[in-house]
């Protein structure tokens, strides 16, 4: 089981159609934007990535609080981060220390994608990475961490977030 958490709006949904679409059998199509809603609860989604499936748990942004429930079995987590809006990205540290302290969590592989950077506004990695203190997160996380660029709307990054899935 993988979860994909992160603040509401930062592109969750729209990353999970766009995997399920990359993983098909049928050849991806990333022109059409699929509709999406704010997530109410959980979408469960399996993905099959080289013969392997994988289920991947999105976690609504609003139910923050309540993550915790949802780490026990997890073995990957997948934070997503709206690198086009400074406005949450304390916000977002914030829920990402927590969830990086979580027993349950101590030794989940942990994908952060700093998403949205097909906007004119996002943050460069160096800035963001500055903003977070990544560097600093990553040295004394008990968890392996890999950092990625995407966008879930224009398909970047994605096949870089399916390899991740594959190899964990």
């Known amino acids: 089981m993988a979860l994909l958490l ?6 969750k949904t729209l990353l999970m159609k766009r995997l399920m679409k990359l ?4 050849p991806p199509d990333l022109a059409e934007i699929p509709p999406t809603q704010p997530t109410v609860g959980t979408n469960l989604t399996d993905l099959t990535i080289q013969k392997t499936c ?3 748990r999105e976690v609504g942004g609003s139910m923050g609080p309540i993550w915790p429930s949802y780490y026990t079995d997890c073995k990957s987590v997948m934070f997503m981060i709206d690198a086009a809006n400074p406005n949450q990205v304390s916000a977002s ?10 027993q ?11 998403n949205k950077i097909d906007m ?4 460069s990695l160096v800035e963001i990475k500055s903003l ?3 560097d600093d997160i990553i040295t004394s996380a008990s968890q392996p961490i890999t950092v990625l660029h995407t966008s879930a709307l224009d398909g970047t990054g994605l096949q870089e977030v399916l390899q991740w899935l594959h190899s964990t």
């Open 6 to 11: 992160g603040a509401p709006g930062v592109g």
């Open 23 to 26: 993983s098909s059998k049928d």
């Open 54 to 56: 994988v289920t991947v």
């Open 93 to 102: 540290c914030v829920q990402l220390l927590t969830m990086l302290s979580a």
């Open 104 to 114: 349950p969590l101590a030794e989940a592989s942990v994908l952060i994608l700093f």
């Open 120 to 123: 004119p506004c996002y943050m």
């Open 132 to 134: 977070f203190r990544m």
